[in-house]
């Protein structure tokens, strides 16, 4: 995602308290990109922590994602805000 050359977003990571090094990776991700949120609290399941970050998010569009998700190449939100302001036109 950081690697995107569409730069206004936000990345949310909602973590549901993981024992593995989540957090001390996601810091130092955060020391350089500003635009990483981190939750780490328990919660009930992958939805619970979708519905979390709907409430905690300031987007008008979301994008959800896995742990070891991708996205297929740099522009693919560029590409995908292009086609979805193109359809809010019409």
Same mark, same amino acid.
């Given at each position: 995602?950081?690697?995107?050359?569409?730069?206004?977003?936000?990345?949310? #990571?909602?973590?549901?308290?993981?024992?593995?090094?989540?957090? #001390? #990776?996601?810091?130092?991700?955060?020391?350089? @990109?500003? @635009?990483?949120?981190?939750?780490?609290?328990?919660?009930?399941? #992958?939805?619970? +922590?979708? @519905? =979390?970050?709907? @409430?905690?998010?300031? +987007?008008?569009?979301?994008?959800?994602?896995?742990?070891?998700?991708?996205?297929?190449?740099?522009?693919?939100? =560029? =590409?995908?805000?292009?086609?979805?302001? =193109?359809?809010?036109?019409?």
């Amino acid at each position: 995602v950081l690697q995107q050359t569409f730069s206004d977003y936000e990345i949310l #990571i909602m973590d549901g308290l993981s024992t593995d090094r989540t957090k #001390i #990776i996601v810091k130092q991700y955060q020391s350089t @990109n500003k @635009n990483i949120h981190f939750y780490s609290e328990e919660d009930k399941g #992958i939805y619970d +922590a979708m @519905n =979390k970050g709907i @409430n905690t998010s300031n +987007a008008s569009w979301l994008y959800f994602m896995g742990s070891d998700d991708y996205l297929f190449d740099a522009d693919v939100l =560029k =590409k995908y805000i292009t086609m979805s302001m =193109k359809e809010c036109m019409k």
